[in-house]
């Protein structure tokens, strides 16, 4: 899946004029947790997020008043503290390249580019949306973890045993164990009224199934 089919085109803009007081009404307003700032050209020109407007707020320990306090704020602008070295993508970006991006910069949100043109904007929430259903989450199903070697074919032979025994597999992802070198954990979904059939299927062919958590995965490391 790539970017351009997930990010949201109803942006929400400001200009850089635009005070401190009014973008967080804004933000409170619209239950966003970016705010873009643009020009008069309608050009993309900074970015500010939830987090940096809360840093920039008063703390309620100063000694000045309400009054004072609501001053200065309506004086603040966004121009004044909205980030200016932008890390954004395009809409052919995929998924997991901007998880990536965003996880390298630890940033929440990717304003979106097509050439010179802002056209969206995609977040972590945004990103963790496809994942769940990448895998299946938000079906029924019964998920279990196989244990294998990095080999070519391991994924050919599972899907093999299962499609013998006329299951379903859902959804399937792996991922090399950060722990064991060599070694891969496959996870995958299938029917609930399916999940115990399909262990027993893959035990019964020598493949090491997890269904569970375990402290030492040493035992059920393959051959």
Known sequence: MYVGG?????????????SLVDAMELIKEKQIAHLLVVDKKNKL????????????????????????LNYLLTRVTVRMIMMKKIVTVTPSTTIERAALTMQENRIGGLPVM??????GIITTTDVMGVLLQAIGIDKESFRFTVLVQDRVGFIADVSRILKDNLINIRSIFAWPDQHYSGIYQMVMRVPQRDGQKA????????????????????PFLPA
């Open 199 to 218: 262990v027993t299927a893959l035990r019964d062919a020598g493949f090491k199934v997890l269904t569970e958590y375990v402290r030492d995965m040493t």
């Open 45 to 68: 020109i900074g970015l500010v997020t939830d987090r940096d407007l809360k840093q920039n707020w008063a703390s309620p320990a100063t000694t000045l008043s309400t009054h004072e």
């Open 114 to 119: 097509d050439g010179d043109q802002l056209v």
């Open 6 to 18: 997930v990010m949201h085109t109803n942006l929400v803009t400001v200009s850089p004029e635009t």
